[in-house]
């Protein structure tokens, strides 16, 4: 079974502060996506990231998909209380599944 | 632009009571999901139906049965409900059919959360 554990777990943070998430597994995936889930709504995708190694930059937001397609890393710049959710990775395995992560809580304090 | 509309918001069950939660989309997608989401564990896929008249079991079908009414109405339906079975559940679709899901979002409702006492 393909796991993909996302870390920290919960976050919490001052307005302007950085941070990066992450999202790990030991499985080779085909694709990365990020969702964003704020409270009392369903997730929103963000980004997809297909080739090792890539970089996508969506404003405040900085996507990488690792080399070895077995990872990826969300940092926020200067984050805002508008950034407050749940972010959720969901990787595309060899059988053409999505699998979601474990999710990361964040909250932006003003 | 409704997108994915889920209905009831909120429902609280008996053990044994059965319910259907409603989903419909406006988006003309012929593929179509039922996730639960669990505290720690993320979304995972209960079934799903990549058309209109099919239906294919996803990670945990055990206890729920779905009903493809027609392109835009896909149904979950719980006939005994289980304390296990307390959780939020989403429905989603996608343009692209489950097999190409890496390359397509998942338009997501609302959610229902459920309790099951």
């Known amino acids: 079974t393909q796991l993909l554990e996302q870390s920290p777990q919960f976050l919490s943070i001052q307005e302007g502060e950085n941070l990066t998430v992450y999202c790990n597994s030991s499985?080779?995936?085909?694709?990365l996506q990020w969702y964003r889930q704020e409270p009392g709504e369903g997730p929103v995708l963000l980004v997809t990231?297909?080739?090792?190694?890539e970089v996508k930059k969506l404003k405040r937001l900085t996507f990488q998909f690792g080399d070895a397609r077995k990872d990826s890393s969300l940092h926020i710049t200067a984050a805002q209380p508008g950034d407050t959710g749940l972010y959720l990775c969901?990787?595309?395995?060899?059988?053409?599944?999505?699998?979601f992560g474990t999710g990361t809580l964040l909250a932006v304090q003003p | 632009n409704a997108g994915v509309t889920q209905t009831p918001k909120f429902q609280v069950l008996k053990t044994g009571q059965s319910m259907t939660l409603q989903c419909a989309q406006d988006m003309n997608h012929n593929s179509m999901y039922w996730y639960r989401q669990d505290p720690g564990m993320g979304l995972r896929l209960i079934y799903y139906s990549a058309s209109e008249g099919t239906t294919d079991k996803g990670e945990v079908p055990n206890g729920y049965n779905v009903s493809r009414l027609n392109k835009r109405e896909f149904s979950l339906r719980l006939e005994s409900a289980a304390p296990s079975q307390t959780s939020v559940y989403f429905c989603?679709?996608?343009?692209?059919?489950?097999?190409?899901?890496?390359?397509?979002?998942?338009?997501f409702g609302n959610g229902t959360r459920l309790t099951v006492t």
């Open positions: 990231v297909v080739t090792g190694g």
């Open positions: 969901a990787g595309g395995t060899a059988t053409n599944k999505l699998i």
């Open positions: 989603a679709s996608s343009e692209r059919p489950p097999t190409q899901l890496y390359n397509s979002p998942l338009h």
């Open positions: 499985s080779v995936f085909s694709s």
